[in-house]
């Protein structure tokens, strides 16, 4: 709300200059520039959440976003604050459905909570996030068979590079895991690539560390 204010602060402005200098532009113009200015604000926002490779970028703009409970919860689960993901989680508004299933998973398997997991995993609606979780949860719990079943059908290289991190991580491979950690780092953009990135960086120091990622 505050960026829409200040640019139509800044398109208000504008209108202001040109009247001073008697520029008259048809209203069609005025109304295809404050449409760009918009446009180029949502296309800026896009790249950083879903494009960008720079993480200090998003970094950046999940800081100024904190106070919303997406963001907020966000930055918990990358520091690994479970508590305070999971209070931030139940601050989600309806909107925001999937992403409150999809922390819940991650505090749930963090915690060791993998059948509390299976159930919020299995009402993802999204296929490649319930593949990808599901066969997660299959590889903390043994089951090669059906592990390496979801992993085929999770469609996204850097989910399948996480998955094959996860399974060397626990087989005890280190080299293997940080190969595959790179090749999932590597083809991730966005907020998706600083979520890996932050939440590597804060597993190698921690102490009951029970995944790669």
Not at 171 to 187: H, P, V
Request: hydrophobic content about 40%.
């Amino acid at each position: 709300m505050k960026n829409l204010l200040f640019w139509a602060l800044v398109g208000a402005s504008t209108g202001v200059f040109l009247n001073v200098l008697n520029v008259q532009l048809p209203k069609s113009i005025g109304i295809g520039i404050i449409s760009l200015i918009v446009i180029g604000i949502g296309c800026y926002r896009m790249y950083i959440l879903f494009w960008t490779k720079n993480v200090n970028l998003v970094e950046g703009y999940v800081k100024k976003r904190i106070k919303h409970p997406y963001y907020a919860l966000t930055k918990a689960l990358v520091h690994k604050q479970f508590e305070q993901a999971e209070q931030y989680a139940e601050q989600l508004k309806k909107g925001y459905a999937e992403a409150k299933k999809l922390a819940l998973v991650h505090i749930y398997i963090e915690q060791g909570e993998l059948e509390e997991a299976e159930h919020v995993a299995s009402d993802i609606q999204n296929e490649t996030a319930r593949y990808y979780n599901q066969a997660l949860i299959a590889l903390l719990r043994g089951q090669e068979d059906r592990f390496e079943n979801l992993k085929q059908k999770v469609k996204k290289h850097p989910f399948c590079y996480v998955l094959e991190a996860e399974r060397a991580f626990r087989n005890g491979d280190q080299k293997e895991a940080e190969r595959y950690g790179k090749l999932a780092i590597s083809t991730s953009r966005g907020l998706q690539r600083y979520v890996l990135v932050r939440s590597l960086e804060n597993q190698q120091n921690h102490p009951n560390r029970r995944t790669f990622f």
